[in-house]
């Protein structure tokens, strides 16, 4: 008999779905019937996500100051409310747990305006707008990066980590073998907003490498669906394999083969690099709101797992020369994937449940904190 439902509520990108997706294996596996609140992009992931039913509720960000398009952000919220509370009253949920994007709002709004346990889980080192939004009104607050002393929500935060998907763990479980002249597997990969500089930057750097280090590369690159085709063309002209995709299913088990790891810093990215323990080279994405990629980077760094450029520093000669130095020092990428993975957090999902389900029960957070397995 299940124990109840929690309604899981994230926005629809990876970075706010996959720490939902290692929650809501981990509560089910406990005996919880979960459900989620998303949006429509998050259909490629949908496949995956161990929910009995996914529900779509209309919501909308609020950027611009043009006054007919707030104006019609705030009555796709109101309807977004008006939704989130018939929901919520028939699938009567022992907890509504928030992921972070504009999707979460109004089931959030919803469940703490009709008393239903809340809280919500921020992967960032620096909160995003909508939980900013949610902070004040949920009884407990988890943290990949966050801090439980200091700041206005301290008192009711618990650093958990991040919760990584059952893939990432099966990963987890493959050692790191630094690649001493043979193959050399490298793996690039940018998020939705953040994959067309490195569509760019990586091909004119392989291009630049000597002819013996690009015969030993086997590539893995995400690229935009209007970048593919050129960055497919670039490999194919130096004779390099590559496997390029706007989106890879199994990208855990390829982060587990690679031997380096170059990408963006979001949250998720930075979790799973340190728990599987894989090498990187870090560019944070120049343009996010708050910088928080670059605080993302900067933990994993700090740790020795990982080295953090600037994407305004990393020209193709410079880029070729880091590819290079990785490829012909691999004692140095046993030891960053030795200090990522001491770095790593791979019981986060299962600290992250045990709040849940006190949340559900009733318990205040200092209770928790006091009682955290």
């Known amino acids: 008999m299940s124990k109840g439902i929690v309604l899981l509520a994230a926005g629809g990108t990876g970075g706010h779905l996959f720490p939902a997706e290692a929650l809501a294996h981990e509560l089910k596996a406990g005996g919880w019937s979960v459900h989620l609140v998303t949006d429509s992009r998050a259909e490629r992931f949908a496949g995956k996500f161990p929910a009995d039913e996914i529900h779509i509720v209309p919501s909308a960000t609020i950027g611009s100051k043009n006054p007919v398009s707030v104006a019609k952000s705030l009555f796709t919220l109101w309807k977004g409310m008006r939704a989130a509370r018939r929901l919520l009253a028939r699938l009567k949920p022992k907890v509504v747990v928030g992921f972070g994007g504009y999707p979460t709002v109004p ?187 670059a605080a993302n980077a900067a933990a994993l760094a700090g740790a020795g797992g990982a080295k953090v450029i600037p994407q305004a520093e990393l020209s193709t000669e410079r880029l070729a020369r880091i590819v290079s130095g990785a490829m012909h020092d691999p004692a140095k990428m046993a030891t960053m994937a030795a200090s990522a993975r001491n770095a790593g957090k791979p019981d986060a999902a299962r600290l992250l449940a045990s709040m849940v389900e006190a949340i559900a029960g009733g318990k205040t957070i200092a209770q928790f904190k006091g009682e955290r397995p």
Do not use: C, W
């Not at 982060?255 to 944070?284: Q, Y």
């Open 107 to 293: 089931p959030l709004l919803a469940a703490t305006g009709m008393g239903i346990p809340s809280m919500i889980h921020e992967q960032n080192a620096v909160m995003g707008r909508a939980n900013k939004a949610l902070a004040n009104r949920v009884r407990a607050i988890a943290g990949g990066f966050l801090p439980e002393t200091g700041g206005p929500y301290g008192a009711k935060t618990v650093t958990t980590g991040n919760p990584v998907r059952p893939a990432v763990l099966e990963a987890a479980a493959v050692p790191y073998t630094p690649s001493t002249d043979g193959e050399f597997r490298l793996v690039v990969f940018g998020g939705s907003q953040g994959a067309q500089f490195f569509s760019k930057a990586i091909p004119s750097a392989i291009a630049a490498l000597e002819p013996q280090d690009r015969a030993r590369l086997k590539i893995t690159q995400q690229a935009r669906t209007e970048d593919k085709d050129e960055v497919v063309r670039s490999y194919a002209d130096l004779g390099i394999p590559a496997d390029v995709s706007p989106f890879f299913n199994d990208m855990a088990a390829r982060i587990g083969a690679a031997h380096l790891v170059i990408s963006r810093s979001g949250a998720s990215t930075v979790s799973e690099l340190s728990v599987v323990g894989r090498p990187s080279i870090l560019v944070p994405y120049p343009y996010a709101l708050d910088h928080d990629q």
